[in-house]
């Protein structure tokens, strides 16, 4: 009786969207262990720092930003599924914790901070470094990859676009190969394309280039909430997804617009919720560990 009437629910749900389709972080519901099974994927997230700026202008290549300032969050996932544990990004550094002051990095706009550690964020969700099997990161930029060695005996789920543009030379702007370097070659799993993560079909790596040269997103199916994705930096905040802009941080401005394109018509098909990393709005909206989405 209850899956009829989510499925009706999700019919009416359907109809309703099919022009325009509204995936809003604010439909999620805050869930707890008690309605969840112990063969539900559960999905937490986690805290991983702030990153704020006086002037937003990296963030569109079309002046919506230019002088104005922005806050964004700086978020990580930890998706439980029967087979294994994936950690989807791992932040900003936790070398940030304890510091005083938000850090500025030589040569950006950006003011860094974080308040707990990856660890600690964990720990909130039941979780020790030592159970993650798998560590999946959209893209190399520092505030998606920094603290993947915590996972050094995991499999790390790269692209391979990424990795190699990672250790070009000179190093690009926001890249740092020191972050994964630690990884034993057979630990390493360098992407060409999607990737089925634990082979049901329930935890999907996305190729969405555009942003860097091998950008990814996640689909996640949950029992409950139904499709969830998670944009990685194809958009990073709500008016990038519902103006198509395009930031100025980006390797190939054509990919992104597919990548776009690709992203509105999964989102259309399979009736999914979009959740924007960096997004505060889309963050504040969500359970945080130890209550997760199933
Ligand atoms: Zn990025
Ligand atoms: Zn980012």
């Not at 937490?44 to 002088?67: A, K, T, W």
């Not at 909430?225 to 941080?249: A, C, M, Q, W």
């Amino acid at each position: 009786m209850k899956k009829l009437l989510i499925a009706a629910g999700l019919l009416v749900a359907t109809v309703a969207c099919a022009e325009q389709p509204k995936p809003a972080a604010s439909s999620f519901t805050s869930t707890s262990s008690k309605s969840a099974s112990d063969a539900d994927i559960k999905l937490y997230v986690l805290d991983c720092g702030r990153i704020e700026m006086e002037n937003g202008m990296l963030f569109s290549d079309s002046y919506d930003y230019d002088g104005k300032p922005l806050k964004l969050v700086d978020s990580c996932y930890a998706i439980k599924h029967p087979k294994g544990v994936l950690v989807w990004d791992t932040g900003l550094s936790d070398g940030l914790v304890g510091k005083a002051e938000p850090v500025n990095p030589e040569g950006t706009p950006l003011f860094l901070s974080k308040s707990t550690t990856l660890t600690d964020e964990l720990a909130k969700a039941g979780l020790s470094p030592a159970e993650v099997t798998h560590v999946g990161i959209s893209h190399m930029h520092f505030d998606h990859s920094a603290n993947a060695e915590l996972f050094s005996n995991a499999t790390l789920l790269v692209s391979q676009a990424d990795y190699d543009y990672t250790f070009s030379k000179p190093t690009p702007f926001g890249f740092d190969p020191s972050t994964i370097d630690g990884f034993k070659a057979d630990k390493i799993n360098k992407l060409k394309g999607d990737h089925d993560v634990f082979g049901d079909g329930s935890v999907t790596i996305l190729s969405m280039p555009g942003h860097t040269p091998g950008h990814q997103a996640l689909k996640v199916v949950l029992a409950d909430e139904g499709t969830v994705l998670l944009s990685g930096d194809l958009y990073h905040l709500r008016p990038n997804f519902e103006k198509r802009i395009v930031p100025r941080l980006q390797t190939n401005r054509a990919d992104y617009i597919a990548s776009f394109d690709r992203m509105e018509r999964i989102l259309k098909v399979t009736d999914a919720k979009l959740i924007i990393q960096h997004d505060k709005g889309d963050f504040e909206s969500l359970p945080k560990a130890p209550e997760f989405l199933h």
